[in-house]
């Protein structure tokens, strides 16, 4: 078990920040990549961004890049999603996601790559 527990979320004016984090609870991860995906409502699950656990590369949906940044500290059980300039559109809620088996051929940009999920934390956006 890899429990994963997000925080962070809240309500922001659009134009604000928030930083949301993700923790691997009970043991060091020792996976291949963490991921933040969210779920606005009435629309299906998308991916937001990911960082690969052993080269730090990352990698972002398009409507995020340059506005959202991942990152992981020196720990190896904590991801954090910085977000910028916040958008109406950024509504949701979201979801930390971690890969700790092979990715069974998937995309680390595609939820079935990933088998721990956190509950979801909500990121609201007022305009």
């Known amino acids: 078990q890899v429990p994963l527990v997000e925080s962070g979320g809240g309500l922001v004016q659009a134009g604000g920040s928030l930083r949301l984090s993700c923790a691997a609870s009970?043991?060091?991860?020792?996976?291949?990549?963490m991921g933040w995906f969210r779920q606005a409502p009435g629309k299906e699950r998308e991916f937001v961004a990911c960082?690969?656990?052993?080269?730090?590369?990352?990698y972002y949906t398009d409507s995020v890049k340059g506005r959202f940044a991942i990152s992981r500290p020196n720990a190896k059980n904590m991801v954090f999603l910085q977000m910028n300039s916040l958008k109406p559109e950024d509504t949701g809620v979201y979801y930390c996601?971690?890969?700790?088996?092979?990715?069974?051929?998937?995309?680390?940009?595609?939820?079935?790559?990933?088998?721990?999920w956190g509950q979801g934390t909500q990121v609201t956006v007022s305009s």
């Open positions: 996601a971690a890969n700790t088996a092979g990715s069974g051929g998937y995309s680390f940009t595609n939820a079935r790559a990933y088998d721990y």
């Open positions: 009970g043991r060091t991860f020792s996976g291949n990549a």
């Open positions: 960082i690969l656990w052993r080269s730090d590369s990352t």
